[in-house]
């Protein structure tokens, strides 16, 4: 069954490393997004993709970038992690043609930076 | 990006009660998708609109493009029911998405 597959699941990284959040999709979507999820808010977005090799700025970038090396993976990457990033982290995949809007989710990943 | 309102921001119900959720915009979107957040935090899509309305068991979703909302009505709530619900409106291939209706049913 396709499937939007993030790793890892939870993450406690320190102030001033370096992290990277990984995401996979098995449904051959052209689209890929990097959404955070805080309390008291609904997802927002950080970074986008519309296919391998591009990426895009979302509404909340700073401090994040991504990375699209092929069609199936894009990763969220936090250079010198601070405790503001602490929050779940969502990918999501869509078809991104045709009128097609839908986008499907992965399980989220939850990232501490102590 | 463009803030979609839910409302309300947080809803009780007893079993077997029903209730309607509404999601405002203020500008002509693609299309809504809703989701129900469970107690594990997985986003569980409930439906896709470009227009229209869906319905699915005891749910059921409208979406009117022109009037810039969209509602989801839950008919007969069991306890598995509970959970936060979001709307996300489709922005070209971008999703904006509300801040929520966290909805608690009881027995």
């Known amino acids: 069954e396709a499937a939007v597959t993030q790793s890892p699941r939870n993450k406690v990284a320190v102030t001033g490393g370096k992290v990277t959040l990984s995401c996979n999709q098995t449904?051959?979507?052209?689209?890929m997004y990097w959404y955070r999820q805080d309390t008291g808010h609904g997802l927002r977005l950080i970074h986008y993709?519309?296919?391998?090799?591009?990426?895009e700025k979302g509404d909340i970038p700073d401090g994040y970038k991504a990375s699209r090396p092929s069609q199936e993976n894009f990763s969220l990457i936090l250079e010198l992690a601070t405790p503001s990033q602490t929050s779940v982290y969502f990918c999501?995949?869509?078809?991104?043609?045709?009128?097609?809007?839908?986008?499907?989710f992965g399980p989220g990943t939850r990232l501490t930076v102590l | 990006g463009m803030p979609v309102e839910q409302n309300p921001p947080a809803l009780s119900l007893y079993e077997g009660a029903e209730s309607g959720l509404r999601c405002n915009f203020s500008?002509?979107?693609?299309?809504v998708q809703w989701f129900q957040q469970n107690h594990r935090g997985r986003l569980i899509t409930l439906f896709y609109?470009?227009?229209g309305t869906k319905e699915n068991g005891r749910l059921k979703s409208t979406f009117n493009s022109k009037e810039r909302y969209s509602t989801l009505h839950i008919k007969d709530a069991q306890l598995e029911d509970s959970g936060t619900y979001f709307c996300?409106?489709?922005?070209?291939?971008?999703?904006?998405f509300g801040t929520g209706t966290s909805l608690l049913v009881d027995p």
């Open positions: 999501a995949s869509g078809d991104g043609t045709g009128g097609a809007y839908e986008q499907y």
């Open positions: 449904n051959n979507h052209n689209n």
């Open positions: 993709s519309y296919g391998a090799g591009s990426t």
């Open positions: 500008t002509t979107m693609k299309g």
């Open positions: 609109l470009a227009q």
């Open positions: 996300a409106v489709a922005r070209g291939y971008k999703l904006t």
